[in-house]
């Protein structure tokens, strides 16, 4: 059995599972007004120094702490939000795969509080 179309924001009929061009675009432009106002990697302390540490990590560290495919690459557990002493604390790291990274811990992140303002 399968599921019905549904109708889009925009008027148009659109296959259960699809995404509709317009929300697409709408993504991509949201994407686009986000890393305009984002530091860039480097900035945020993903320099050389980090390339090659995370390369090391993941030679002892090569499974996704996640799903235990081979990992990609090295997360922070705690978001280090910009502090240095949480960004290199080693004790703070986890290999990921990528699908693990970019679906599961994104939406960790997104869940959580924002803990760090403050209102005056």
């Known amino acids: 059995m399968t599921r019905p179309a549904r109708l889009c924001t925009c008027g148009q009929i659109v296959p259960h ?6 929300q697409i675009a ?28 995370s390369r090391e990590w993941l030679i002892y560290h090569p499974d996704c702490a996640m799903c235990g495919r081979p990992a ?8 280090h939000k910009g502090d240095p002493t949480l960004f290199w604390d080693w004790r703070n790291w986890q290999s990921l795969c990528a699908a693990c990274h970019n679906r599961h811990k994104q939406r960790q992140e997104r869940s959580q509080p924002l803990q760090d303002i403050r209102i005056v």
């Open 17 to 22: 599972g699809v995404t509709c061009a317009c």
């Open 26 to 53: 709408a993504k991509r432009e949201r994407d686009r007004r986000h890393d305009a106002r984002r530091p860039s990697s480097h900035a945020r302390g993903y320099t050389g120094e980090w390339r090659r540490k």
């Open 72 to 79: 990609d690459l090295v997360d922070h557990v705690q978001s």
